[in-house]
């Protein structure tokens, strides 16, 4: 983890926000889940059900942000854009993943699940809007109306 860690920079705080987020909705999270479907009854039906989805909500968001991590130094964006990138997918994880747990333990979900929904949603539209025009840019990819200009360099150099 320490050479993944040296290799990036502004990855770095997505891939800690990630493994985080996954050790708490894997452990925390988890462990009633894991006890209600061996049959010791710690959730009611109703709750079960609502915390199975907050907890693939957390595993998701957690995924996402550590292969963010991975490949956000990569791509070709100012430093400015990368970093809103990082920061955009870490908010969306709060929104989504520790706002949404949050209503549910508050038992506050029904009335405010929209705002946790819209928030995570338009954090993941800007970071991934951000991260496709970054992969396109990295990849080459000439949309319509675009052109691609190449260089090529022959082995015998100039004029051979």
């Not at 996954?22 to 039906?45: E, H, K, Q």
């Not at 991260?131 to 015998?156: I, N, S």
């Amino acid at each position: 983890m320490n050479n993944l860690l040296q290799d990036t920079q502004i990855g770095k705080r997505n891939i800690i926000f990630g493994v985080l987020l996954f050790l708490l909705f894997a452990l925390v999270i988890g462990i009633p889940l894991t006890l209600n479907f061996f049959g010791v009854r710690v959730l009611s039906d109703e709750q079960y059900e609502i915390w199975k989805v907050v907890h693939g909500y957390g595993i998701f968001l957690a995924v996402i942000n550590c292969f963010l991590g991975t490949v956000v130094d990569g791509l070709r964006l100012s430093h400015g854009q990368k970093d809103l990138l990082s920061w955009s997918f870490i908010i969306a994880g709060v929104f989504g993943a520790l706002g949404r747990m949050a209503l549910v333990l508050l038992g506050l979900l029904a009335q405010w699940h929209l705002l946790a929904s819209l928030g995570e949603v338009v954090f993941f539209v800007v970071g991934l809007a951000l991260f496709v025009y970054g992969w396109t840019r990295k990849t080459g990819v000439a949309f319509e109306g675009e052109q691609r200009t190449e260089t090529r360099v022959r082995a015998g150099g100039p004029g051979q």
